[in-house]
């Protein structure tokens, strides 16, 4: 197998697994609350990485760094997990996914404060649309109509942004990126311990549908997914090769959401989504675009 056929099909794998994340999260919450899902979920992933981290020879994390990851663990997962869970609650899996497709553009604003990285006119238009996307999808049924779901999931998407810049400084610092996400995976169990007891009741009392949707997410939307993009990232000659996968997430979603729960998306979701989805598009081209302009 050639090394392009390669990035590729792990690429989809992977962005296959997070899209069950939007429509499989809205049915595990018939039963678990954000708080024990989010445990729960940490819980086992970390135990599946951990496994991994055995035949992949992970090293332990320095001392000195104990700090940023588990700032890392917080963005990444820990809190990230709660915020997201909490936003899903109320909007369509079609709805999450677009929002959360943003992540790369704020992680190059952050990028560009932390690491000096430029944007040039292309991308700050397109930041601009992209968000004028996020507006429409949260104002179409009216100025004073606005989810708070499309709000917990904003700051879902922030909080991911800043786990993509310490996943870069942690990188940097010499961590491999499988190493990165299993001890940012297992931190968090520490981050949403206070909801260990209510995870553990909510789990006894689970049916074996409930179950298998948590090992679902668990396994595959976390722990599996991140390892296989890791691997992606570590092969691919460029990084777009592998990111622009990103803006598969929302059509995966939608049509999952469609299959899974029966959602059909508002004429919001559509204008707006793909106000979002051509911006990012627009936005990751942004450099080769503005050569040829030039």
Not at 97 to 124: D, M, Q, R, V
Request: hydrophobic letters at 55%; glycine letters at 8%.
């Amino acid at each position: 197998m050639n090394k392009k056929l390669k990035v590729n099909l792990l690429g989809l794998a992977t962005i296959s697994f997070w899209a069950l994340a939007f429509p499989f999260s809205k049915v595990a919450m018939q039963h678990f609350t954000p708080y024990s899902l989010g445990f729960l979920r940490v819980c086992i992933a970390s135990i599946v990485l951990l496994i991994i981290g055995v035949f992949t020879n992970i090293r332990m994390p320095k001392v000195k760094d104990i700090g940023w990851l588990l700032l890392s663990a917080a963005c990444g997962f820990g809190v990230y997990l709660f915020v997201f869970n909490k936003g899903i609650q109320t909007i369509t899996s079609a709805s999450s996914s677009i929002i959360i497709a943003l992540t790369p553009i704020l992680t190059a604003i952050e990028s560009s404060k932390i690491y000096g990285e430029k944007i040039n006119k292309i991308g700050w238009i397109s930041m601009i649309t992209a968000f004028g996307g996020v507006l429409i999808m949260m104002l179409w049924d009216g100025v004073l109509s606005v989810n708070t779901g499309m709000i917990w999931t904003l700051c879902a998407s922030v909080l991911f942004s800043i786990y993509n810049n310490l996943n870069r400084k942690l990188s940097m610092d010499g961590y491999r990126g499988i190493e990165i996400v299993t001890y940012s995976m297992v931190f968090s169990i520490l981050i949403l311990s206070p909801f260990s007891m209510q995870g553990k009741a909510e789990l006894m009392a689970a049916s074996g549908k409930y179950i298998l949707v948590l090992l679902v997410l668990s396994v595959f939307s976390s722990a599996i997914a991140y390892f296989l993009w890791s691997i992606a990232l570590s092969i691919a000659d460029k990084t777009s090769e592998v990111a622009n996968f990103s803006f598969l997430t929302p059509f995966f979603a939608t049509v999952l959401g469609s299959l899974v729960l029966g959602e059909v998306p508002n004429m919001g979701t559509v204008i707006g989504g793909i106000i979002i989805i051509s911006s990012m598009v627009v936005f990751s081209k942004r450099n080769t675009l503005y050569r040829a302009k030039k």
